[in-house]
C-alpha cells in the first residue's frame, strides 16, 4: 500500500437502548358455562342450522323475484310515458304544421307583400319614403301590459323575441299583481307566439346572445335576472338571481351579452334604476355578479342626512357597448347624463356629460362608424354625437316624448324614430339634415304609445311595440333602405367604404373646423 491507493472505511452502529413498557387493562369478564356435547345434540343443532339456510336463501330468491318484477313494471311504465311523450310531440309539431297552412291560406296576400313587394311611387317622390303595415300581433292575455323591449333572434331572420310588463310610472295604484310574459313571435305564425314563460313580475328587457342563439338574458321590473334556454320545453329559468345577494336593488332596464371569456365563459352586462352597471358571468350552477361601475353625480347640492353628506346616484336607463371595442360603452341615465366607461375602470369615467334634460331613453352606435352614436330622450330630442365631444353635431326636435331610436342597418346616414303619439319617424342625414323623409301614424293616438323599435338585420322591416301588448311589423320602401353602390368600372371601393364616406360628407358641415382661417383684409390685398 502507497499513498496513492490507500483508502479506509469506517462505520458508526447506533447503540440499541432496552426499554421495559407495562401495559393494565381491565381484565375480561369470566362466566361459567356447562353442557352436554352428546350425538345427538350435535345432530339437532346441524337440522336447525341447515333450515335456516334454506330459509335465507328462499327469502333471497323472493326478493330477486319481486325487484324484477317492480324493475319490469318500472321499465313498462317508463316505456309507456316515453311512448305518451313522444306521441304528444308529434301531435304538437302536426298542430303547428295545420297552424301554419292556415295562416299561409288566410295572409298570403301580406306574405307575398313582404317578399316581393316594392313601392313604385318612390321614384316620384323624391328622397321620401313609406311604410307598409304588414302583420299586428297581439297576446290577448297580456293586453294590458306594455312591450318593454324586443330582440331579433340572430339564428332566424323572422322570429324575435318581446318583453312584456309594465314601467315604473304606469303601475297601478290597486294590489293587482305585477305580472309579465317573454314571447317569441314568428312573422310565419303572427297569429300567436310560438314561445311563451309567464313570469313572477314584470319582465323589462331581454337580448339573444349572438352565438347561442337559444340562450335568452332577462332583466325584471324587482331587480332579477334570468337566463332562459328557449330551445328546452321547460319553462323555467337556467339561471337566476338570488333574491337578497345578486340581484339589482331596482328595475333592470337593459342587458347585452357581450364576447365570451378567453375560457369560453358565458357573460353579459346589465343597468338598472340603482345606479349600478353589473357583468353576470355563467358559471357551472349560478351566476356570479361584479359591479362594474357605479354612476356617480358630481352635482350640487349633495343629500345631507344627519349631518352627513351622500353623493347622488344617477339610475341608469340604457347601455351601449363599442361595436369595436368591446371594453368601451356608453350609459345614460335618468337625469338626461351619458358616461362614456372602461370595464376595467371601476372609479373613473373617461367621460361625462349633460346630454338631454331629461331621462335619456336609448343610445346606438353607427353601424358603419363607431364614431357617431345617436341618443333619444323624454325631452323630444334626438340628437347625434361624435365621440370625445360633449356638443351634439345634430340635433332634432320632434315636439313630443321619444320612446326610441336606431340607426338602419341598411344605410349609414338613415335612422328610425318613434314618439309617444304614435308616429314612426326616418330621418336620412344625406337627403336633408332637417326634415324628415317618412312620417307615418301606426297607431290611434288617443288609444296607443309606442314604446321599442327594431330593425330587422336582414329584411326591410321594422317591428314596432306599443303599450298594450301590440307589436306591428312594417316594410320600408326603397328610399327608405337606398345603399350606395360599388361603381362597375374604375377604381374598386367596397359598399362599406361608399356608406363611410357618405356618412363622413353629410356630417362635415356639421362638424367645427379645427382651425380658424383669416380671411385677407381688402386693404391689404394687390390692386
Request: net charge negative.
Amino acid at each position: 500500500m502507497n499513498q496513492f491507493n490507500f483508502f479506509e472505511r469506517c462505520a458508526l452502529t447506533e447503540e440499541i437502548i432496552l426499554r421495559d413498557k407495562e401495559v393494565q387493562t381491565t381484565p375480561p369478564t369470566k362466566n361459567d358455562f356447562c353442557t352436554y356435547a352428546t350425538q345427538w345434540i350435535i345432530y339437532d343443532a346441524y337440522n336447525e342450522d341447515f333450515l335456516k339456510q334454506q330459509e335465507e336463501k328462499e327469502k333471497e330468491k323472493r326478493d330477486k323475484v319481486a325487484v324484477h318484477a317492480s324493475k319490469k313494471s318500472a321499465s313498462k311504465k317508463k316505456k309507456n310515458d316515453i311512448t305518451e311523450d313522444q306521441t304528444e310531440k308529434n301531435m304538437l309539431i302536426t298542430a303547428k304544421f295545420l297552424e301554419r297552412i292556415i295562416n299561409l291560406n288566410t295572409m298570403d296576400a301580406i306574405a307575398q307583400d313582404f317578399r316581393y313587394y316594392e313601392d313604385p311611387s318612390d321614384q316620384f317622390r323624391g328622397r321620401d319614403g313609406t311604410l307598409l303595415p304588414l302583420w299586428t300581433m297581439t297576446y290577448d292575455r297580456a293586453d294590458n301590459l306594455h312591450v318593454t323591449d324586443i330582440s331579433w333572434s340572430p339564428d332566424y331572420f323572422d322570429m324575435f323575441a318581446v318583453t312584456l310588463g309594465t314601467p315604473e310610472g304606469h303601475l297601478p295604484l290597486t294590489d293587482s299583481p305585477d305580472v309579465g310574459y317573454v314571447c317569441l313571435w314568428s312573422l310565419k305564425n303572427p297569429s300567436y307566439p310560438e314561445y311563451i314563460n309567464q313570469t313572477h313580475c314584470g319582465a323589462m328587457c331581454l337580448d339573444f346572445h349572438r352565438n347561442h342563439g337559444f340562450l335568452l338574458a332577462v332583466g325584471f321590473h324587482d331587480g332579477h335576472l334570468a337566463v332562459y334556454n328557449v330551445s328546452l320545453p321547460t319553462k323555467e329559468a337556467q339561471y337566476m338571481t338570488d333574491a337578497v345577494n345578486t340581484k339589482h336593488m331596482a328595475c333592470v332596464r337593459q342587458v347585452v351579452w357581450v364576447k365570451d371569456l378567453p375560457d369560453g365563459e358565458l357573460n353579459f352586462y346589465s343597468i338598472s334604476e340603482d345606479g349600478t352597471v353589473c357583468n353576470w358571468l355563467l358559471m357551472q350552477s349560478e351566476m356570479s355578479k361584479t359591479i362594474i361601475v357605479t354612476l356617480v353625480l358630481d352635482i350640487e347640492p349633495q343629500i345631507t342626512l344627519g349631518g352627513i353628506s351622500e353623493t347622488l346616484i344617477g339610475r341608469g336607463t340604457t347601455i351601449a357597448f363599442h361595436p369595436e371595442n368591446s371594453g368601451i360603452y356608453l350609459v345614460g341615465t335618468n337625469e338626461g347624463y351619458i358616461f362614456k366607461c372602461n370595464t376595467e375602470w371601476s372609479s373613473f369615467f373617461m367621460q361625462k356629460f349633460k346630454a338631454h334634460e331629461m331621462s335619456v331613453y336609448r343610445i346606438d352606435y353607427n353601424k358603419y362608424d363607431p364614431n357617431i352614436y345617436l341618443s333619444c330622450s323624454g325631452d323630444c330630442t334626438v340628437k347625434v354625437w361624435e365621440d370625445k365631444s360633449d356638443i351634439p353635431l345634430l340635433i332634432f326636435d320632434l315636439l313630443w316624448s321619444v320612446s326610441d331610436v336606431l340607426w338602419s342597418p341598411f344605410s349609414s346616414t338613415v335612422f328610425g324614430v318613434i314618439t309617444e303619439d304614435c308616429d314612426v319617424v326616418f330621418y336620412d342625414l344625406d337627403a336633408d339634415k332637417y326634415k324628415n323623409i317618412c312620417c307615418q301614424p301606426i297607431q290611434p293616438e288617443s288609444q296607443y304609445q309606442l314604446t321599442k323599435l327594431a330593425f330587422n338585420w336582414r329584411m326591410p322591416v321594422i317591428v314596432v311595440g306599443s303599450s298594450k301588448s301590440t307589436i306591428v311589423a312594417l316594410k320600408m320602401s326603397p328610399n327608405l333602405r337606398l345603399i350606395m353602390k360599388p361603381p362597375k368600372k374604375g377604381k374598386h371601393y367596397t359598399t362599406q367604404m361608399l356608406e363611410l364616406e357618405k356618412l363622413h360628407k353629410a356630417l362635415d358641415s356639421t362638424r367645427e373646423p379645427d382651425t380658424l382661417v383669416v380671411p385677407a383684409d381688402d386693404d391689404t390685398t394687390d390692386s
